[in-house]
């Protein structure tokens, strides 16, 4: 059953707050997850949302600096409650290429696998386990992401099946590690390459169902009453859409090698679990837009904000009205200016009147669409609207900046945005739109076209399951999964 008008409810629409909105049913305002990454105003630095330098990393085979853990989520997930409502029988798994993408899905209760790009190893951490599980070594030892050392990433299909065949080399592009802009992309240019390069191709992909694999192999899904929970998130449509844009040759080949990779993972799954036993759902975290360069093709006003010299050329245009010497932004995390409150605060001025200033500047600026206060947000005094109503549920009074942007659709913005050829994580339509299908046993072949939420699959999830909803869930159960699925 596929549903096809399918729209998170929030604005930043990037990798952690999908996820964490998917497992818990939750908006980002209730489980907390904001963002990837916010500043962070006693330490004076930026902090990635999963961070957690008491929960160091278990699987790579030398040792790695940083800890990571679910302990910033604060709602349940549906695998927490499926794995509270069994007394811990229910198996819980999360495998990604990104650490994002695992330790999300895997919630409190779960284990989290993701891939290292440091080491080529999948790895996980701490919280999840004491030591590292004999399959996770095993499936280390073997090194198989050193099957793709010389690699080079070819066409799946002759040049002429392809929509973009003629559109390969397109000088926006971005190239990384030697991978180049046009087919064959060899993998490792420099020795050692291929570790880093190989999580931005399809085969990226191809090694996480390699991990799943050899999960299934190692433990017991489906093989007893209690249903089983595997979350697999595949990233290599992120990176390759970052890289070379959605439109390009590249991601249309990656589509039909994830397409290959999810027959083989169906194929996994079939040869374990009765097909009666089994449902799959498929969503995204979120979507995205084409390449600025292709917009302004069509006539579509569109373009990328350098970064580092917006926040230089917003900086400058303080200190010109406030008349002080002090740089005021902190720094800029998507989608949030930082400033230094103490500073404001020495200089005696009123933290509203600088976020206010600020708030004026960017708008004085070609390609944002709305900047809102921090101070306008803890008031509630927005205008009405969806925009604003997806920004109130993107809030939190910690992990939200003074003033929060958004770009006019078509205009890219990053955290960083060096390196990217398409960014997403705005309001807009093409960043919260994502697909959604249901299968399995009884779930017949029907398309849903009424609007629905991404919220909806969790508590839908939990009602066929006969468990509580996660704790924060505020998802609608969807009836036409639930009917066809008990259906006698
Ligand atoms: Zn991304």
């Not at 399918?6 to 996820?19: K, Q, S, Y």
Request: aromatic letters at 8%; proline letters at 6%; a negative charge.
């Amino acid at each position: 059953m596929r549903f096809d008008s399918v729209f998170f409810a929030h604005a930043l629409t990037e990798t952690a707050v999908g996820h964490a909105t998917l497992f818990t049913g939750a908006q980002p305002v209730a489980h907390g997850i904001v963002g990837n990454e916010w500043y962070d105003l006693v330490q004076k630095r930026r902090r990635g949302v999963v961070d957690d330098a008491s929960r160091r990393l278990l699987g790579a085979s030398s040792p790695l600096e940083g800890g990571l853990s679910p302990a910033l989520l604060r709602a349940s997930t549906i695998g927490d409650e499926l794995s509270r409502a069994s007394g811990g029988r229910a198996l819980v798994y999360a495998v990604s290429l990104k650490e994002r993408g695992a330790i999300f899905p895997a919630g409190h209760a779960g284990k989290a696998f993701w891939y290292d790009d440091r080491t080529g190893d999948f790895v996980t951490s701490e919280y999840y386990f004491l030591e590292v599980p004999p399959f996770l070594a095993a499936f280390n030892a073997a090194r198989p992401v050193d099957r793709y050392k010389n690699g080079v990433w070819a066409l799946l299909r002759p040049a002429s099946e392809y929509l973009h065949a003629k559109e390969d080399d397109r000088p926006f592009e971005q190239s990384y590690r030697g991978l180049g802009r046009t087919f064959p992309h060899p993998l490792e240019s420099t020795p050692g390459d291929h570790v880093r390069t190989v999580k931005r191709t399809p085969f990226g992909d191809e090694l996480t169902l390699e991990l799943v694999r050899a999960l299934l192999d190692s433990e017991a899904f489906g093989r007893d009453e209690i249903p089983d929970l595997l979350a697999i998130s595949f990233s290599a449509t992120d990176y390759v859409a970052h890289h070379f844009g959605p439109e390009s040759l590249e991601a249309e080949d990656n589509l039909l090698r994830l397409d290959r990779t999810m027959a083989g993972l169906f194929e996994a799954l079939l040869g374990r679990v009765r097909r009666e036993d089994l449902l799959v759902v498929l969503s995204a975290d979120h979507g995205g837009p084409e390449t600025p360069e292709v917009l302004r093709a069509r006539g579509i006003d569109a373009d990328r904000h350098d970064t580092a010299a917006l926040v230089k050329e917003l900086n400058d245009a303080l200190e010109t009205r406030f008349g002080t010497e002090s740089r005021f932004i902190a720094d800029f995390t998507l989608p949030c200016f930082w400033l230094d409150e103490d500073a404001v605060r020495t200089r005696g001025l009123e933290l509203e009147s600088v976020e206010r200033a600020l708030a004026e500047a960017v708008l004085a600026r070609r390609g944002f669409a709305l900047a809102v206060t921090k101070s306008d947000l803890l008031r509630k005094s927005l205008p009405s609207g969806v925009v604003y109503e997806r920004i109130v549920a993107n809030f939190d009074r910690e992990r939200t900046g003074n003033v929060y942007v958004v770009p006019k659709s078509g205009w890219l913005l990053a955290t960083d945005s060096g390196g990217l050829t398409t960014m997403h994580g705005t309001p807009w339509d093409h960043d919260v739109h994502v697909p959604l299908v249901f299968w399995g046993a009884q779930i017949p072949a029907r398309r849903v076209t009424r609007p629905v939420d991404p919220r909806d699959i969790a508590v839908t999830l939990a009602e066929l399951l006969g468990v509580p909803r996660p704790s924060a869930a505020s998802g609608r159960v969807l009836e036409e999964v639930v009917a066809a699925a008990t259906r006698d």
